[in-house]
């Protein structure tokens, strides 16, 4: 799409006056609106479940993944949006878009969307299952046999936790939890007390499998399943003796699930989340599914109970919750899935007693999930047992309850060792599990502190002080994922391990930053958000390229990273654009910059990998006349990480790791004709394919077969 922006008396430099006329860079038509731009990301993961050349399995997965991605846009995008529009507080951002005609465009991409995913299960990939002897057996086509084992079945596992509720004066609408299964019944006749309800209310307790496997004794072969949602709509009638059930339909209510914490307010942080997470499950009501076969009267009853209104309103024909179909993935066969491998651990290590050895003898970059992420769990369980170690600093994002990283923080405190752990207790969705981390790690003796008041702690660091001889020395790991191993094997993201002095001395002032109190840290090599990231490493960056280009040398710039929203560095990468830097952006989600719109952005590509593993590495690259430089990353290019969160950036100094970090982490990804989407500067992508003869090439496939 190109649009004439206004013109521009504004002159920064005399450089600039060889671009003239002057384009008003901030004009709404160069930018995307990013609730939009997140959806189109939700749609090229759906785009995979209908990619014949994947494994089945895998084209289910994907699905399962687009109606998670989807549940959390309801609950935080756009339940936001929402609250936003009726508070009055909602304002038009870079693209100009008035919020009322974002949340219209929204609802009729979504509306079309979960058309197209239900579609895409009942006509493609059950069928598919079927050949492939995996059933979903509908309820008028059970045999005697099952019909026997599914009433014995219902009676022991199911009617003792199922909780109906008639509705009358005594029994208002439940309060219904967050993406509860639940039912509507519709009954004729009285009940014990003569009371005619003539409805009823079943929730669906979460403990309940949503789908069950059938004994193989009552199937006549394959892996047969059943839905919850079948049996219980079966055995409506059995749970309202002497009444008969004349209806049964199934459907789900999507609540607000953000939190809402005045933290200048607040006395003491974990305790005042414990609190509001309670009141997660029962935030303001943002989506109805309902049963595709429920009446016309019955959805108007419960959009009145919601306070909804028809635009939020999705009529599904299949189960209302699809992620609670992931069990059938287990009974999967090699051939239904994506070809096994195992992430490398290189030879120098493969013991957890020789870290600092290998590490002393040089900087080590661990790339995941090719490579294995043992080495980082390695490092910190010699720090947890080796007698010189001293003390043990660690921020703990997203980790897990049930995490060896968690374990050896207690093991090293009960060894002596001091700990500190910045526990980040607002990491969306991690809250209650954060709050058991930080509670657990304060019972062995931990240092626990959480961050920085207003400003999430999403950089990755662990520094570890070791005495040798007469010296303490420092080692370092930085990363851009979480210390959370089983993320490690599904998303891809760096390591680094080094024991560089300025580097750890960096790690060291951020980690006073955090636990203690002060003026902004002056840093050696790190940039780090809210303070340097954006401005110094990033926008001043981004000049330099710039006014290399103005001069005549080369210029270049890469950036990989999973979102780009922020205006100042949009408009910067416009200038360079404008100034002739070839611009290169592998930005997997959101992506507020318009890409290939003339005396604007036609030096610029924009590019989307969407692959078996998701892409979570932040990589900036910059030619630098020649002397080129990498930075890895926690940060994205959003306001929230450039502004509102601790975050960190560090350079790859070593040659040979700079070289291959460009190779591995930009190089493959910008050859990649299988899974790279393209963005028009419309704000649509389109895949692209590989031409008649031409080899196909896939950046994740490269990597596991170089690195796997």
Known sequence: ????????????????????????????????????????????????????????????????????????????????????????????????????????????????????????????????????????????????????????????????????????????????????????????????????????????????????????????????????????????????????????????????????????????????????????????????????????????????????????????????????????????????????????????????????????????????????????????????????????????????????????????????????AVVELRARFDEESNLEIAARLQEAGVVVVYGIVGHKTHAKMMLVVRREGAKLKRYVHLGTGNYHAGNARLYSDYSLLTCNEELAEDVHKIFQELTGMGRPAKLRHLYHSPFTLQQELLVQHIQQERDNALNGLPAKIIFKCNSLTDKAVIEELYRASQAGVEIKLIVRGICCLRPGIPGVSENIEVRSIVGRFLEHTRVYYFHRNGEYAIYLASADLMERNLYRRVEISFPIIDEKLRARTYKEGLEIYLKDNCQAWIMNSDGTYTRLQPAEGEERISAQAYLIEKLG
């Open 1 to 420: 799409m190109t649009t004439q922006a206004p013109v521009s008396t504004d002159t920064t430099d005399e450089n600039t006056e060889a671009l003239e006329p002057q384009i008003d860079l901030g004009d709404s038509a160069y930018y995307t609106n990013r609730h939009i731009s997140l959806l189109e990301f939700n749609l090229r993961v759906l785009a995979q479940s209908e990619d014949v050349t994947l494994p089945l399995m895998e084209r289910l997965k994907f699905l399962l993944i687009f109606s998670s991605n989807m549940d959390e846009f309801f609950e935080v995008r756009l339940a936001g949006l929402q609250r936003d529009i009726a508070f009055n507080q909602a304002r038009p951002e870079a693209d100009g878009m008035h919020p009322k005609e974002v949340l219209r465009i929204i609802s009729d991409m979504c509306h079309a969307a979960i058309e197209r995913q239900y579609k895409l299960l009942n006509e493609d990939l059950l069928p598919l299952l079927a050949q492939e002897n995996i059933h979903f057996i509908a309820r008028d086509s059970w045999t005697a046999p099952q019909v026997q084992w599914i009433k014995h079945y219902f009676r022991q596992q199911v009617a003792p936790v199922l909780t109906p509720i008639g509705l009358d004066l005594a029994h208002p609408f439940p309060r219904l939890v967050n993406k509860s299964l639940n039912f509507l019944v519709t009954l004729e006749g009285n009940d014990a007390f003569g009371r005619k309800l003539g409805m009823a209310v079943v929730p669906a307790p979460k403990s309940l499998p949503r789908i069950i496997r059938l004994p193989d004794d009552v199937c006549e072969g394959g892996d047969n399943f059943i839905f919850l949602s079948s049996i219980i709509h079966y055995h409506a009638g059995y749970l309202f003796p002497g009444m008969k059930s004349t209806g049964c339909y199934q459907f789900r209510l999507t609540r607000n699930s953000d939190l809402f914490l005045d933290e200048e307010k607040v006395e003491d942080l974990s305790t005042a989340l414990r609190g509001e997470l309670y009141s997660r499950r029962y935030g303001e009501e943002v989506r109805l599914e309902v049963a595709d076969n429920m009446p016309d009267e019955l959805i108007e009853f419960l959009l009145n109970k919601f306070g909804l209104d028809q635009t939020q309103l999705f009529k599904v024909s299949g189960p209302v919750n699809l992620t609670r179909m992931m069990s059938v993935l287990d009974v999967a066969k090699p051939v239904h899935e994506f070809p096994s491998f195992k992430p490398k651990l290189p030879g120098d290590l493969q013991r957890s007693d020789r870290m600092f050895a290998a590490i002393t003898s040089g900087d080590i970059l661990l790339n995941h999930p090719y490579q294995s992420f043992q080495p980082v769990i390695y490092f910190l369980k010699q720090a947890a047992r080796d007698p010189d170690v001293v003390a043990i600093k660690q921020t703990l994002y997203r980790t897990g309850t049930n995490s060896e990283i968690l374990d050896l923080l207690v093991e090293a405190a009960r060894n002596g060792k001091e700990v500190t």
